[in-house]
């Protein structure tokens, strides 16, 4: 009998979990968080507005684990691994043996280098239930808060913290919010919502310092600007790093991620690594990074489950640049490419003021990239034409009409393929 041990109960771990067990009914999985819970992190915020509650959260079935005999053995983490034994100690002192082992550990959200950040008693990040908790508890001893970083976990902090009657004030190195997701005339639309809702927005700009009074508690922020932003918590979003600290001393090889081939073998056999705590080779780009989404975690580890079951699979569509959000009621998606990186491309705009804003960026008669925002009925086969790069030369005139129809070609299994 194989002996599997997951580490990481999130999408990734998950995932891998039911691939082994499809593939091998007898063997004894082990699965091994750090999480007292199995939930999204992706729906944390709507914990924070009040949206949902922490079980409202949870994306497994209530008895999963029982259901598909797995040992959970949650409120622990790794702190050492021996390849040449085939062990991993845990944080509990317990030693747990394992023929194949699936790292999926995830990331952990980093302080940038801001002069007292690290000992302000009411300054947080955003990337596990337990964060989420101390938001929710902090914000009700203060009506001000401010975010460092206006990339999507900063604007679903900021915009939840809004929704539960705290001003906030949102501080972001780039000229607009979602630098990464939306071009400047999306980014206008949500930039106008929000400030309906108490927040504003300070732009080309970051914290010089946290300032705290003689207890360590938040008063507000300096700027490098010399301006200051008065608030009695501050929510950091500036990035995360891959939990790999039990990998040193051994000869698991890490780049920015644990490093992992198509089959998301690491360089030792019989290690795996999947989800935010690897980088792999991400579709769109043709290039090896970090591919931290949640339906890149959820492939990658059904990849390594299959793989470790001994059913060989590749990991193919590991498409990374795909991002959707909503705030306040008005929805986003954003595929590829957001801004034309130079001169060979073509821009096309759809826009109707606050009924709509279509962009798609075209190069070669291939679609680069999209943004679709308020209508994004759209998404899914702009989406699929970013993916694939599939040439819709002669169609361009009406790019924002396209359906699979146009493309409609099938196998003579009846499974549908881009002619």
């Known amino acids: 009998m194989s002996k599997y041990l997951i580490l990481g109960a999130s999408a990734a771990g998950i995932s891998a979990a039911r691939a082994i067990r499809e593939q091998d009914?007898?063997?004894?999985?082990?699965?091994?968080s750090k999480d007292e819970r199995v939930y999204s992190r992706c729906m944390l915020h709507y914990i924070i507005g009040g949206q949902r509650s922490e079980d409202e959260t949870r994306f497994i079935e209530d008895d999963f684990f029982e259901q598909h005999n797995i040992r959970w053995l949650p409120g622990r983490e790794a702190v050492?691994?021996?390849?040449?034994?085939?062990?991993?100690?845990?944080?509990?002192?317990?030693?747990?043996?394992?023929?194949?082992?699936l790292i999926a550990t995830g990331a952990s959200s980093v302080l940038p280098p801001v002069e007292n950040l690290g000992r302000g008693k009411q300054v947080r990040s955003l990337r596990n239930l337990e964060d989420a908790r101390d938001i929710i508890r902090l914000s009700g001893g203060t009506d001000t808060v401010a975010v460092i970083g206006a990339g999507l976990v900063g604007m679903d902090a900021a915009c939840a913290l809004a929704q539960r009657g705290v001003k906030v004030t949102v501080v972001e190195v780039a000229g607009h919010i979602l630098p990464l997701q939306l071009d400047q005339r999306?980014?206008?639309?949500?930039?106008?919502?929000?400030?309906?809702?108490?927040?504003?927005?300070?732009?080309?700009?970051?914290?010089?310092?946290v300032v705290l009074d003689e207890d360590d508690n938040v008063q507000g922020l300096k700027l490098k600007s010399g301006g200051t932003v008065p608030c009695g918590m501050v929510v950091v979003a500036a990035g995360v790093k891959p939990n790999i600290d039990f990998l040193r001393d051994t000869p698991v090889d890490t780049g920015r991620g644990?490093?992992?081939?198509?089959?998301?073998?690491?360089?030792?056999?019989?290690?795996?690594?999947?989800?935010?705590?690897?980088?792999?080779?991400?579709?769109?780009?043709g290039q090896v990074m970090p591919t931290p989404v949640w339906p890149s975690a959820v492939r990658q580890g059904w990849v390594a489950g299959s793989n470790m079951?001994?059913?060989?699979?590749?990991?193919?569509?590991?498409?990374?640049?795909?991002?959707?959000?909503?705030?306040?009621?008005?929805?986003?998606?954003?595929?590829g490419t957001i801004n034309p990186p130079g001169e060979s491309f073509r821009v096309l705009v759809d826009d109707r003021g606050d009924a709509g804003y279509k962009k798609v960026i075209l190069q070669d008669g291939r679609i680069k990239g999209a943004i679709l925002q308020g209508d994004i009925s759209a998404a899914g086969i702009l989406g699929a034409l970013v993916k694939k790069g599939i040439n819709?030369?002669?169609l361009e005139n009406r790019v924002f009409e396209l359906s699979y129809a146009d493309f409609f070609a099938q196998k003579e299994n009846g499974e549908f393929y881009f002619k």
């Open 25 to 32: 009914g007898g063997g004894e999985i082990t699965v091994i």
């Open 80 to 101: 050492k691994l021996d390849s040449a034994g085939k062990k991993v100690q845990l944080s509990d002192g317990e030693t747990h043996r394992y023929d194949q082992l």
């Open 186 to 209: 999306a980014a206008a639309s949500y930039e106008r919502l929000c400030k309906k809702h108490n927040m504003e927005f300070i732009f080309n700009d970051m914290v010089a310092s």
């Open 258 to 285: 644990i490093k992992v081939n198509e089959q998301q073998q690491t360089s030792v056999a019989g290690i795996y690594a999947a989800g935010d705590v690897c980088e792999s080779l991400e579709s769109f780009t």
């Open 309 to 335: 079951a001994g059913r060989p699979v590749r990991l193919e569509d590991n498409f990374a640049f795909q991002n959707s959000m909503t705030f306040f009621g008005l929805s986003s998606v954003s595929f």
């Open 392 to 394: 819709i030369s002669g």
